[in-house]
């Protein structure tokens, strides 16, 4: 596994999340703009902030463990399982790069 072209691919992910973070947090606090009249209106869009907000903690979630898959390369344990120490198999870090866990102790 090369652990450069990891981190490359982590730090790209990592961008695009702030980038969507920032977004979604922008939208949620910018208040400049009127507020719509209609209640059914407000409802409508106090329903959406609620979706956005639910977006943006997965964001920061995933940038969690982001940083955390990033130090682990820094330690050396990046690639293995923090809870039984087992070698996570590459395909799923393939597929989700900054896991921590392999998929066994996921489950439990
Ligand atoms: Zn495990």
Redesign the pocket.
């Known amino acids: 596994m090369n652990l450069d072209e990891v981190r490359t691919k982590l730090l790209a992910l990592r961008k695009e999340l702030t980038a969507r973070h920032e977004r979604i947090d922008k939208h949620i606090h910018h208040r400049d703009e009127p507020r719509a009249q209609d209640s059914e209106e407000r409802a409508g869009e106090s329903s959406n902030d609620e979706t956005m907000e639910l977006l943006d903690a997965n964001a920061l979630e995933e940038l969690q463990q982001i940083d955390h898959a990033l130090a682990r390369i820094d330690l050396g344990t990046y690639g293995q399982?923090?809870?039984?120490?087992?070698p996570?198999p590459e395909e799923r870090l393939e597929f989700l790069p900054y896991t921590s866990?392999?998929?066994?102790?996921?489950v439990d």
């Open positions: 399982c923090e809870k039984c120490k087992d996570i866990q392999c998929v066994s102790c996921t």
